[in-house]
């Protein structure tokens, strides 16, 4: 089946900060988004995004599916924008395949 | 905008004894799917529904089982529970080209 790798597992950052976070998927997808897992363990969808580039205020994505990877852009980091950033892909398959997730800890 | 809703939010449950998980998926979302979250684990596919007929069945136990109904609603049913079936459980919905919603999760304790 399909592999999705995200990078880094983990990262603290100072208020303020930018930062950007990596999905590298093994082979092509119909479908690609990103998810914000906040402390209370739910699930946001930030982007629906299987090709191109988008932007949601402080946050931007871009996925280059022939390239296989996609990209997650925080800027102005903030303590809010703490949990875990899942990329997750589905390729004809009925289902979102999950990466392993990045865990983000902003610090004040 | 109409979310997917779950409930309940938290059950605790003893070993052995049967929990139920009921879903209300986005009006007009055909696709209903089953999600299994461990603790510090990325979230693993159960079972889906595409106008309510199973579609698509993961790792997900013989004890499990799952329906969608008439009016769309799905329910996650879990007999025989283990200390191991402690998680989260969400419940997603979609249709093409929109992506997957996610609901809120009910995280299940067996103790």
């Known amino acids: 089946g399909i592999q999705v790798e995200q990078s880094p597992p983990d990262l603290i950052l100072q208020e303020g900060a930018n930062s950007t976070l990596r999905c590298n998927f093994s082979?092509?997808?119909?479908?690609l988004q990103w998810f914000h897992q906040n402390p209370w363990g739910q699930l946001i969808n930030l982007f629906y995004?299987?090709?191109g580039t988008k932007q949601n205020g402080r946050l931007s994505a871009t996925t280059v599916a022939t390239e296989r990877y996609s990209l997650l852009y925080i800027s102005s980091s903030q303590t809010t924008d703490s949990g875990v950033y899942f990329c997750?892909?589905?390729?004809?398959?009925?289902?979102?395949?999950f990466g392993q997730g990045t865990t983000l800890q902003v610090k004040p | 905008a109409a979310g997917v809703i779950q409930s309940p939010r938290h059950l605790i449950k003893e070993k052995r004894e049967t929990a139920t998980l009921k879903c209300y998926p986005i009006?007009?979302?055909?696709?209903v799917y089953w999600y299994q979250q461990g603790p510090g684990q990325d979230p693993q596919f159960l079972i889906s529904?595409?106008?309510?007929?199973?579609?698509d069945k993961g790792s997900i136990p013989d004890r499990f089982s799952a329906q969608q109904f008439s009016d769309y609603h799905s329910e996650l049913n879990m007999s025989s529970l283990e200390l191991g079936d402690s998680a989260l459980y969400f419940c997603?919905?979609?249709?093409?080209?929109?992506?997957?919603?996610f609901g809120s999760g009910t995280r299940l304790t067996v103790v």
């Open positions: 997750a892909v589905e390729r004809n398959t009925g289902k979102l395949i």
């Open positions: 997603a919905s979609s249709t093409w080209s929109v992506g997957y919603t």
């Open positions: 009006p007009r979302h055909d696709t």
């Open positions: 529904f595409y106008e309510k007929m199973q579609s």
């Open positions: 995004i299987p090709s």
């Open positions: 082979d092509s997808v119909n479908n």
